[in-house]
Nanobody, 121 residues
């Protein structure tokens, strides 16, 4: 079993910045892809950014050039640096991880509990 714990959400003014963190904990596992998704009220969950263990990244069109995803493999932690925030970035942001459990030779996808990001003046 892997747990994902997010932190760093909050209230920020338009044009401001926030940095989200997500730490994975557990035993006997590895993580291939880690990512961030978001869901605004009344909308479907959408991919914000994803990063592989090798550092390859991809971003949703709405955040390209403003958000940067990174990870520390030694700490099993992924980060999302969000700059030039807009009111439309307001959402609950969820961490996601594709994991492999060595003990049972099984791939499992996990979600964090979510952290609220509100962009408002």
């Amino acid at each position: 079993q892997v747990q994902l714990v997010e932190s760093g959400g909050g209230l920020v003014q338009p044009g401001g910045s926030l940095r989200l963190s997500c730490a994975a904990s557990g035993s006997s596992f590895s993580i291939n892809v880690m990512g961030w998704y978001r869901q605004a009220p009344g909308k479907q969950r959408e991919m914000v950014a994803r990063i592989t263990s090798g550092g390859s990244t991809n971003y949703g069109d709405s955040v390209k050039g403003r958000f940067t995803i990174s990870r520390d493999n030694a700490k099993n932690t992924v980060y999302l640096q969000m700059n030039s925030l807009k009111p439309e970035d307001t959402a609950v942001y969820y961490c996601n991880a594709d994991t492999y459990d060595f003990r049972v030779a099984q791939y499992t996808n996990y979600w964090g509990q979510g952290t609220q990001v509100t962009v408002s003046s």
